[in-house]
């Protein structure tokens, strides 16, 4: 089955500084690759979401970059904010299938 | 997001008892999910289901049963024979079952302490 790796598990920024959280996947048929935002004791929701025919996305401070060759796409966050501070999660999905693999995590805290 | 409700949201489990815990949603989708959150651990699945009376295990199965009798209502019981079920559970639901594009949505979530 897929295998989601994610990295790092914490980061730690100050504010105004730009944050880079790193995924690999280990199916090559995955092509729906979503980010997800969980801020303590509450429910994760998606911020940002990329499909295999795509190599970037944005959306205000938050792109997603993805390299199908290497397997691996990456949620960047620019100019961060103290609420920026939550775990992320990347998730990778397989056409024709209806679940998502998730990576354990990243804890990304933003120092004011 | 708001269309999925769960409960309870903290539950307190003795041994040896069977618990379970709801999931109902009115946003008409078709496949429902459970997943089990630890710290660290990430999201795991424990089982979904793509339609009314059907449902599939998970990466962590064991321990947990399930139904699907209704399509709004998804519950998960978490039995005696699951030894650590100290955890958060996250119930979700998605529109389309094989469309990988369609979001994933998230209940509250409901939190179970073995005591």
């Known amino acids: 089955g897929e295998n989601v790796e994610q990295h790092p598990s914490t980061l730690s920024v100050q504010e105004g500084d730009s944050a880079v959280i790193k995924c690999t996947y280990s199916?090559?048929?995955?092509?729906?690759f979503p980010w997800y935002k969980q801020e303590l004791g509450k429910r994760p929701q998606l911020i940002i979401d990329?499909?295999?025919?795509?190599g970037e996305k944005k959306d205000q401070r938050i792109a997603v970059t993805l390299n199908k060759t290497a397997k691996h796409f990456s949620l960047h966050i620019t100019e961060t904010q103290p609420e920026d501070s939550a775990v992320y999660f990347c998730a990778a999905s397989i056409s024709g299938y209806s679940t998502l693999t998730f990576g354990k995590g990243t804890m990304l805290l933003v120092s004011p | 997001d708001g269309g999925i409700t769960q409960s309870p949201k903290y539950l307190f489990r003795k041994e040896g008892q069977n618990v379970t815990l709801s999931c109902e949603q009115n946003l008409n989708h078709d496949a429902m999910y459970w997943y089990r959150q630890d710290p660290g651990q990430g999201l795991r699945l424990i089982y979904y289901?793509?339609?009314?009376?059907?449902?599939q295990k998970g990466d962590i199965a064991e321990g947990y049963s399930v139904s699907r009798e209704k399509k709004e209502s998804f519950p998960l019981t978490v039995t005696s024979a699951q030894k650590n079920p100290t955890a958060f559970y996250l119930c979700?639901?998605?529109?389309?079952?094989?469309?990988?594009?369609?979001?994933?949505?998230f209940g509250e979530g409901s939190w179970l302490t073995v005591v």
């Open positions: 289901s793509q339609i009314v009376n059907d449902f």
């Open positions: 990329i499909r295999s025919n795509v």
């Open positions: 199916d090559s048929a995955s092509n729906y």
């Open positions: 979700a639901s998605k529109r389309d079952t094989l469309n990988p594009g369609n979001t994933i949505y």
